[in-house]
């Protein structure tokens, strides 16, 4: 449906995307200064000059700082000249989504996002080169600022975490012996298989920069002996997947590739199981939202992939994905739709006889 404004209503919106940044910034600052706090902290509200006492900031800084918030709905000022905050503020102050796309935005991809056109030209993701010198950021994961890195796992796990619950639940209604975690990451998913079950062997399969942030977490918990590693690139289509899964895991993995490239690793994932094994995809697609909020959060987070994390992938529509797997040799058994509070989308699937 068409969004009909009047030529000042699109205009006033056009303005709102030319300073974003700007604003952007400010907003961040209103955080880290403590600003929203101290105002919060207050429910009566606070005049311009009580917020500069309680944060030792100059006046003008404050005043300048406050005056883009009121612009952008962050706070709001009474008659007395006392600011409160509103419902985004509080948002902003202390909304844990909210947190963690603000610090992924702020210190993952800000810097890179410049690249952007380059990246569109050029198929790669060159506002990488702010962070080093490697094809994609998981080469790099282990190696980014401790701050960066924090940001981008904290962002990472928080569109997953909410759904293992939930998914444990889904996989562990087939027997499930030997379960290979494609894309292990930090090992979230394995230690909470194990704790889930005390007979499964989990087998991770990642790159080793990713693997020996997995051993070192995992090798603290008493089920370490039932986690095994093996180092793969599945960018390189001549690294075959191992065989002897009954069960294959593959959690917010395949949106970090391109199509082709997922394609390729459906094949190999086809190739490696028989026709009892079932083979799981985990995904937050941006069509399937119960908000818009999520969706656009999902959208944006396509162009991190542009720019900063691989050049090629994106977060997929879910048919996108149905038809990839389809192509590559399996059936989609069951489709679990937006499991538990979560995001995500549950594919359950198997090898097509």
């Avoid at 900031?57 to 709001?76: F, H, M, Q, R, T």
């Avoid at 690793?265 to 490696?272: N, P, S």
Wanted: hydrophobic share 40%; with cysteine; charged share 25%.
């Amino acid at each position: 449906m068409a969004n009909r404004m009047s030529a000042i209503e699109a205009k006033y919106e056009a303005q709102k995307i030319a300073f974003a940044p700007i604003f952007f910034h400010a907003t961040v600052c209103l955080k880290e200064l403590n600003i929203l706090d101290v105002i919060a902290k207050n429910r009566v509200g606070l005049t311009l000059e009580g917020i500069v006492e309680k944060t030792g900031l100059s006046n003008y800084g404050v005043k300048v700082l406050l005056e883009a918030g009121l612009c952008i709905n962050v706070v709001e000022q009474d008659e007395e000249g006392k600011y409160r905050l509103t419902t985004v503020g509080r948002f902003i102050r202390s909304d844990r989504m909210t947190e963690v796309n603000m610090n992924f935005a702020k210190d993952v991809c800000y810097g890179g996002l410049e690249h952007l056109k380059e990246s569109i030209v050029e198929g790669k993701p060159a506002g990488l080169k702010v962070f080093g010198d490697w094809p994609t950021v998981y080469e790099g994961l282990s190696q980014l600022p401790d701050q960066v890195k924090k940001s981008w796992f904290e962002f990472d796990h928080f569109y997953s975490d909410d759904a293992f619950p939930y998914a444990l639940d889904l996989v562990f209604k087939e027997p499930v012996k030997n379960l290979f975690d494609i894309g292990g990451n930090t090992g979230k998913w394995a230690r909470a298989c194990c704790e889930y079950n005390d007979d499964v062997q989990i087998k991770m399969l990642d790159l080793p920069g990713q693997l020996n942030v997995a051993k070192t977490t995992n090798a603290k918990e008493s089920y370490a002996d039932r986690i095994s590693y093996f180092e793969i690139n599945l960018l390189d289509e001549a690294q075959a997947i191992p065989k002897g899964a009954d069960t294959v895991w593959m959690s917010q993995f395949l949106d970090c590739f391109s199509s082709d490239e997922i394609m390729s690793i459906l094949k190999r994932v086809h190739d490696a199981v028989d026709e009892n094994a079932f083979v799981y995809i985990l995904e937050p697609y941006w069509n399937n939202q119960r908000f818009p909020a999520s969706e656009f959060c999902l959208v944006g987070t396509s162009l991190y992939f542009t720019c900063i994390a691989n050049g090629n992938s994106k977060m997929y529509h879910s048919e996108e994905m149905k038809k990839m797997t389809v192509d590559t040799g399996f059936e989609v058994v069951d489709t679990f739709e937006l499991i538990g509070d979560s995001y995500h989308t549950l594919l359950k699937l198997r090898k097509r006889s």
